[in-house]
């Protein structure tokens, strides 16, 4: 039987509008669904902290099985949920099977979480055990975008699920089924105990109204840079934590002693996959002078290469842009820079939200498309003559998420890489990359830190009580 159904998959009653779910490749409408009004937050929240006590309370080895199990169904349903991840997100098939894969492991290290050590054992000066335990925090509020929904919404879900939290999630209503209401159906079918997952797809009323909910103190938020001050800034004035993970314009740097033969390939998969709408992707190509026109060339041919089209009919390297606003702006960017300047060596033209993959070289820090965030498959290319004007560039701007140095001496590329100030780094490998066991996250406007994986998930989902044991009522002097 299908794991989701239209006519049951909104566990919850919402009050808002009917929205269309619009598959980006052909604009046809894919489902309709509610989304939630600011009002449906209140009622969430409420019922989620009402049914978090006895969650919280379970054996862990009760919430490590639930966990357990919704991987398995990730896996179960793999078909199913391939073709709405697929159709509604304008991903490639392999794409999708990334998302479901990442998905499944995530809840399997989610289920491990719930077992780990809960506190340490203090020292203590008075006749007393003192002890500190890590404590769910309540309720989580997860808000999740559109580009890669289903990794996006469960790296937070699963981890908060399995530490004996609530979770209110706000997907993006574009990706409410394979971001959002998915994750309800498979948990539902994983046995989770009812109102402790509630799915609120919706706009930016219902993410302010999560964020100022007194009931939800812990807000787990993946998007924009400037979403994402707005965010931590409504988070601070009700004295929340807030974990931002958030945009980036991430640069490979490719030393001269790089093979050409293998990085097109590295090169063109971090700045073209899911076209370009990662946040991790290859933003900035940094080369060396000495190969710098010859990379170009062949990343240019490489991009023309590439087959763009319809992904769940057509076998396509690239499928749709999500919407029209997305297209506008990428275009834009690719447009300001050429008047600029800059050289459009491949792409540049696209046909309804399907945009060719492009390949800008003779950028310089005044080329929008090189120092902004572009969200879209297009690949800027300066070159470099010195490691320190490499380290210089690749440092230069207000993100610092993901980096990816090329050369044949990985000793040289990992001294190149303490100068240049990253959440992630990768040495012979392009910027793009995720694992469940891994942290994640980036500094300065790309986010605050490293808040997924291990121990990243207890910081980012428990609290730390201390707690004393006497055997006699302590004395005083008065």
Known sequence: MPLLDPKTWQPHSLSGPEYAVTEPATGDTLATVTLASADDVS?????????????????????????????????????????????????????????????????????????????????????????TRRVPVGAVGVIAPFNAPLILSIRSVAPALALGNAVVLKPDPRTAVCGGLSLAAVFAEAGLPDDLLHVLPGGPDVGQALVADPRVPVISFTGSTAAGRAVGEAGGRHLKRVHLELGGNSAMVVLEDADLDAVISTAAWGSFFHQGQICMTTGRHLVHRSIYEEYVDRLAAKADSLAVGDPHRAQVHLGPIIDDAQLTKVHRLVQDSTAGGARLAAGGTHEKLFYRPTVIAGVDDRSPAYAEEVFGPVAPVRPFTTADEAAALAANGEYGLSLGIVTRDAARGLDLAERIPTGIVHINDQTVNDEAVAPFGGVAASGTGARFGGEANLEAFTDVRWTTVRGDVAPYPF
């Open 43 to 131: 009622t969430a929240s409420e019922a989620a902290r009402a049914a978090q006590t006895a969650w919280a309370r379970a054996p862990h080895f009760v919430r490590a099985g639930v966990l357990r199990k919704a991987g398995d169904l990730f896996t179960a349903h793999a078909d199913e949920l391939r073709e709405w991840i697929v159709r509604e997100s304008g991903s490639i098939p392999g794409k999708a099977d990334f998302e479901l894969h990442v998905a499944a492991q995530e809840c399997y290290e989610a289920a491990a979480l719930a077992s780990r050590p809960a506190g340490q054992v203090l020292p203590t000066e008075a006749p007393r055990l003192s002890y």
